[in-house]
């Protein structure tokens, strides 16, 4: 038992599980948890951003390039409001983030008298945004509700989970027990499943496998491409698993070669993944081809495809089993690279004609070493380097908005990325439009020595939106035109290394500055309008299916 105040019993708590890094903003019910967090001294970096939206995107960021939990600390009502979009976006892609925000008093929670910050049910408005949610109501209840918030992001599909803790019981002094750590709950699968799914896949002539964001999550890459190789299986990551295998592994593709792999599989395994298509398009094996889906949560089975056979287990464990398992069932197959090469080639011929994103994007991997974090955003140069046009040789190096397409995350989930790979760059892609919900955050990049670099192409609008005005609605453009101050001027006023680069080739000598530079550069690049993605590389990806 130990003598603390609630303030106090938090900090410890977070200690406890290991936590090192905060992203917030401080207020008057927080103040007894900020006077705690001065008490840690440097055993807690305390990162105070300028909005709070990008405390929980830095959070997010910092959570999805480490595998660590990423938390953030705001005040009630507005401010965790201030957080929502980032919160759906870590619930879209799995994150471990954990929200701490205050409350009012607590004798008036939900009175409605009207206090300072007051909002209606803020724990039940957590919890529609998170997978778990508690309130604190005494200093004592403090520890477990920290380390139930840490369980549940451990065991199971990971995603955010928050607490409230209101102004009173931060302040109280009272006796504490703190708690070492429980430990995550892992599912392995049942056995009898998993031996009919090495079954399914081991007397298949043409094996496929599909990973999705649920491999880098649960850290199961090595035991992915040790089951590749066994099953001679093509890999077809989707746009959130990007990096659960070498791009240049010979049996990797992208997601944008899944139509024809699926046109040719005679057995599917889709490990961690929704699958959901492009424009939401089924993803689907051959009628009577089994579908084997393995999920840490069973509910996804029935929201898309139904599999042959479900087996809901964490994905390190159920996949180690079929490695065990599969060599005892395994027919022999010829070698497949040569299959697999030929997708990629025709895929990346067809990339490559999309100008002039291919050439940008070529740019960006040429000039980056592999271990570079990408952070991108809804932005067409982005677009071409999720659809795999940019190879991705490490996991946990690609990060996108999942699901949601949150305009505006990029910028501050790449610096909650970089704060969390201090011996590695980050990159974060942005257009002028995204880019611009998040530019306050330039002075915490500044204030807190974030060395990221920063690209901003600015075609001087919602360029997704105007092309879609001009093509589909008859030039008739509205709300999509911006104008922007000069980025590289900008960039400068705020204290980092501005830089103006026209063309790929002045992108690339823009790189090599901001690589030289220890601090952070923010990059301006002027371009024009550029053609769509999205129905180019559909067409292409319809006429093989
Ligand atoms: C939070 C949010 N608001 C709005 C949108 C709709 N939206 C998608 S792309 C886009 C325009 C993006 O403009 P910009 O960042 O400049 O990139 P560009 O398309 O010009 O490259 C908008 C408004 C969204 N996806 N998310
Ligand atoms: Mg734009």
């Known amino acids: 038992m130990a003598w603390l105040t609630g303030g106090q019993a938090l900090v410890q708590s977070l200690l406890r599980e290991g936590v090192d890094t905060i992203f917030g903003i401080p207020g008057v019910q927080l103040d007894w948890a900020y006077n705690a967090l001065y008490d840690a001294g440097d055993k ?53 983030v954990l929200c701490l925000t205050g409350q009012i008093q607590s004798d008036a929670i ?6 300072l910050h007051e909002i209606p049910d803020q724990i039940g408005l957590l919890g529609h945004l998170t997978k778990w949610a508690g309130s604190a109501l005494a200093p004592a209840e403090i520890p477990g509700l920290v380390h139930e918030a840490f369980r549940q992001m451990r065991s199971g599909r990971p995603r955010p989970t928050a607490i409230e803790i209101p102004p009173d019981v931060l302040m109280a002094q ?21 031996k009919q799914a090495a079954e399914i896949l081991g007397k298949a002539e043409k094996p496929l496998i599909i990973a999705g964001g649920g491999v880098l999550s649960a850290a199961a890459w090595e035991e992915l491409r040790t089951l590749a190789e066994l099953l001679e299986a093509p890999i077809a990551m989707t746009a959130n698993g990007i990096g659960a295998l070498p791009s240049s592994h010979r049996l990797a593709v992208s997601f944008v070669g899944l139509p024809q792999l699926l046109a040719e599989a005679d057995a599917v395994l889709a490990v961690g993944t929704r699958l959901v298509g492009l424009r939401n398009r089924k993803v689907e094996p051959r ?67 999309l ?19 990408f952070v991108t955003e809804s932005t067409q140069v982005g677009y071409w380097l999720s659809f795999g046009g940019l190879p991705v040789e490490q996991p946990r190096t690609f990060i996108g908005s999942g ?18 790979n201090p011996d590695r760059r980050v990159v974060s892609i942005n257009g002028d439009g995204g880019f611009m919900f998040n530019v306050q955050e330039l002075a915490t990049a500044v204030q807190h020595e974030i060395p990221l670099i920063t690209i901003v192409f600015d075609d001087g609008a919602y360029g997704n939106v105007r092309r879609m005005q001009e093509q589909l609605y008859g030039n008739r453009t509205i709300a999509s035109e911006l104008k922007n101050p000069s980025f590289a001027a900008l960039g400068e006023v705020f204290g980092l290394q501005g830089l103006r680069a026209v063309g790929p080739d002045e992108l690339r000598q823009a790189l090599r500055a901001a690589l030289a530079h220890k601090g952070p550069s923010l990059i301006e690049v002027p371009v024009g309008a550029m ?15």
């Not at 949150?406 to 909650?416: K, Q, S």
């Open 287 to 353: 009628p009577g081809v089994p579908l084997v889906r393995i999920d840490a949560d069973g509910a996804q089975f029935y929201r898309t495809t139904p599999p042959t056979l479900g087996i809901v287990a964490d994905a390190k464990p159920a996949l180690n089993s079929l490695i065990d398992l599969v060599p005892g069932q395994n027919r022999s197959r010829p070698d497949r690279s040569a299959e697999v090469a030929a997708v990629k080639a025709w895929i990346a011929e067809d990339m490559g004609t």
């Open 44 to 96: 807690i970096r305390v990162i105070h951003c300028r909005h709070e939206q990008a405390t929980a995107y830095m959070a997010d960021g910092y959570a999805r390039s480490t595998g660590k939990v990423g938390v953030y600390l705001v005040v009630p009502g507005p401010g965790v409001l201030n957080t929502t979009a980032a919160l759906s976006t870590a619930y879209a892609c799995n994150s471990q």
């Open 531 to 545: 053609p769509m993605i999205f129905t180019h590389m559909l067409a292409r990806m319809d006429a093989r299916r």
């Open 174 to 194: 009272r006796e504490v027990e703190l708690r070492d750590p429980l430990p995550p709950t892992v599912e392995t699968g049942d056995p009898a499943l998993l």
């Open 110 to 115: 939900d009175v409605g008298r009207g206090l």
């Open 403 to 420: 699901y949601q397409g949150t305009l505006g995350n990029g910028f501050p989930t790449a610096l909650g990325a970089q704060v969390g």
């Open 355 to 373: 100008e002039p994103q291919a050439t940008y994007g070529r740019a960006l991997r040429e000039e980056l070493p592999d271990e570079t974090i």
